[in-house]
């Protein structure tokens, strides 16, 4: 009976000296594990801030931060678990000794349990404690970052704690079932040999690697070639999922079958060296696969992330500019509107509120929706026809035209000037339903319009006509075309448009604002007042959140990038270490195993970042496109970003890899084993 209750005592020592012996693999672990709560509770306590529901334009920030708290879930659980994985074939040994010398699974068990409650404490007290030090700190960051008010007290709410601490009990509790699985339907000779377990080769092998070769060139094919249409983000997804597919066949079979290619050619594997390096990866690639198609995908990963990131943070006030090119737009109908006594009263009301009134333009406008075919704009494309897309085509006169671009262009009878927000128009005649002009001049500016050649998913046209007769003949035949009953009526409902920016103290230009809004809501020709200030904060707060979240996602992703590669050096060491012993007493020196085992990590380590530099070119193609749909237009900037983060993604990688191989080299040479030696 005594000899049970000590049995039963001793198991918490036990699992306490299990992971203070097996520190190389366990430490790790558990600060993934930290960094992981720490990560998690940042945005529990933000979302659970009332603050940050209830201050102006936090909307989009709030939103933002929901999802990436979901997708970080999404992300945490598997990568949790998949480190768990490594850390239990590194413990299969130890187990298996402790079974020999007479513990009984249920004892394992009790010790196994013990050890992830003390990982799950360790890692939610220190996430949880680190996340109060720096959570305030992170929630200003996101505040400056969003444009929303700094001068906010940060309170901490006992759900977040709740919520933080329930979610990864469940991911330890599913690390520590499947564990138990492990171990309990293992016999004690598996356990002690499960670190050494050999790996059987691919079936199917070069089908497999022909359906690699072809699911990532069908990927590359679909980044490279996707445009920006209804169709843009269903692309998008699947070229994420066949680009991964593809990686995961390619390492999988496909370099296996390249290892046997090389195999078959005597001259290069019967060399020293390459005989070691390819008849060691050959019987083991299948599970080295696992860990590289990782690797390659988590670098990726970090490298777009951080481009996006960067690229949206340099070119916002760009993103800006393009979705609001003025402070403030007045819209009146035009039949009623008196153009001069609103000018006269925007630039008193500016005098009195001691705000500085720059850039008023003031023109009349109408706008038509068409089906753009070529040259021709017809009638406008029903909703849901595949390929199809209808573009708005704004007609004003050339006498508005001069007067707000200070010009003096003079049209002949059926002359026009035509001018598109996007690429060019392209053509010296334009058809507008029934009616051919002939275009005397493309305009490649117009202040009222910012223009991008890359702004396809929102390109507007201005077809500015020689006097009101002519504009008038061209809405009456677009109403004509489109089926509209009061074609007159329709005729008359242009837009008197202001459009103005301003300069001032915040505060003397909110009470501009709300002085002209009353007087544009007094007026019977008012139709809305846009005060893009506000716009501008809306959309400050949704990139500011997007930014944020992507700083936060990239430390996520490069932690488990970092976690995979060390555990992987450590597997990787342990199972060479008994194989370059055998070498070492057959003969082989010293320089000729270092020599080795360095052309064998190169190998192992660069073949990744080698694909997730292609994947990263490729992607760019596809971020590309879709940055239009934000209105980020700059190329050159999202290329530059991409080139500089490839750059110093690099040398951090190289710099890993040179840690990490001292790491595999010490324990290959010497056999240092964080855990048991049996």
């Not at 299969?92 to 009790?110: A, D, R, T």
């Not at 630039?347 to 406008?365: F, K, M, P």
């Not at 846009?530 to 904060?537: D, F, I, P, S, T």
Request: charged share 20%.
């Amino acid at each position: 009976m005594n000899k049970k209750i000590k049995k039963w005592r001793i198991l918490p020592k036990l699992a306490l000296t299990g992971v203070m012996k097996s520190g190389t693999v366990y430490y790790p672990y558990i600060a993934a594990g930290i960094f992981s709560v720490f990560t998690f509770f940042i945005f529990s306590s933000i979302l659970r801030n009332d603050v940050i529901s209830i201050l102006p334009h936090s909307a989009y920030a709030w939103m933002l931060l929901q999802i990436g708290r979901v997708l970080l879930a999404i992300i945490l659980l598997p990568f949790l678990f998949y480190t768990n994985s490594f850390l239990i074939k590194r413990r299969k040994k130890e187990i298996g000794l402790y079974n020999i010398l007479g513990l009984e699974k249920k004892h394992i068990g009790v010790m196994m349990f013990t050890e992830a409650l003390f990982s799950y404490m360790a890692a939610v007290t220190g996430g949880i404690v680190s996340g109060s030090v720096f959570s305030k700190f992170l929630f200003l960051l996101l505040l400056r970052m969003t444009g929303l008010p700094v001068e906010v007290e940060f309170v901490f709410y006992p759900e977040a704690f709740t919520e933080t601490a329930i979610f990864f009990f469940w991911v330890y509790a599913i690390n520590l079932v499947s564990n138990l699985i492990e171990v309990g339907k293992s016999k004690p000779t598996e356990l002690l040999s499960g670190g050494k377990k050999g790996e059987k080769e691919p079936k199917l092998l070069w089908i497999y690697a022909s359906i690699g070769l072809i699911t990532l060139a069908g990927g590359y094919v679909i980044a490279i070639r996707s445009e920006v249409d209804s169709m843009i983000f269903l692309n998008f997804f699947l070229a994420v999922f066949l680009v991964i597919i593809g990686t995961y066949f390619l390492f999988t079979s496909g370099s296996v079958a390249f290892l046997k290619v090389l195999k078959r050619n005597k001259r290069v594997y019967y060399e020293p060296a390459n005989f070691i390096t390819i008849s060691g990866m050959l019987y083991r690639m299948k599970k080295n696969a696992a860990s590289l198609v990782n690797i390659c995908i988590f670098s990726t990963m970090v490298i777009i992330t951080l481009v996006c990131t960067s690229s949206l943070y340099l070119g916002l006030n760009e993103i800006l500019y393009f979705n609001y090119p003025y402070d403030a737009s007045f819209y009146a109908q035009s039949e009623k509107a008196d153009a001069d006594a609103a000018n006269e009263e925007i630039n008193a009301l500016g005098e009195i509120n001691d705000v500085r009134i720059n850039g008023l333009v003031s023109y009349e406008r109408i706008a038509l929706s068409c089906g753009k075919e070529a040259n021709a704009f017809g009638v406008s494309f029903a909703g849901g026809m595949q390929n199809k897309h209808n573009y708005k085509v704004n007609i004003i006169t050339l006498e508005d035209y001069n007067r707000m671009e200070d010009k003096e262009e003079i049209l002949g009878e059926n002359e026009v000037l035509v001018f598109s927000s996007g690429a060019d128009f392209a053509y010296d005649t334009v058809r507008f339903m029934d009616r051919q002009l002939d275009v005397k001049k493309e305009l490649k500016e117009l202040k009222i319009e910012p223009k991008s050649e890359k702004n396809v998913f929102d390109a507007l046209f201005y077809i500015i006509v020689r006097d009101q007769k002519m504009h008038d003949d061209l809405v009456r035949s677009w109403a004509e075309e489109n089926g509209v009953e009061d074609i007159e009526g329709f005729a008359n409902s242009d837009y008197r448009i202001v459009r103005f920016n301003v300069e001032g103290d915040k505060a003397d230009k909110d009470a501009f604002f709300d002085s002209l809004k009353a007087w544009c809501e007094s007026r019977p020709e008012f139709v809305e007042f846009y005060n893009n200030l506000e716009g501008r904060a809306n959309d400050m707060s949704m990139y500011g959140g997007l930014l944020f979240i992507g700083i936060l996602f990239s430390a996520v992703f490069l932690m488990c990038l970092l976690l995979i590669m060390y555990y992987k050096q450590i597997s990787e060491g342990y199972e060479d270490r008994d194989s370059f012993i055998i070498m070492q007493k057959v003969g082989m020196s010293e320089k000729e195993i270092k020599h080795t085992i360095h052309r064998q990590i190169l190998l192992v380590f660069f073949l990744p970042l080698l694909g997730a530099v292609m994947h990263t070119v490729a992607g760019l193609f596809m971020v590309d496109q879709l940055f239009t749909t934000l209105r980020f237009f700059n190329g050159s900037l999202l290329v530059s970003c991409a080139a500089c983060i490839t750059v110093v993604f690099v040398i951090f990688y190289g710099l890993s890899y040179l840690m990490t191989a001292k790491t595999y080299y010490k324990i290959v040479r010497w056999g240092e084993s964080p855990a048991v030696n049996a």
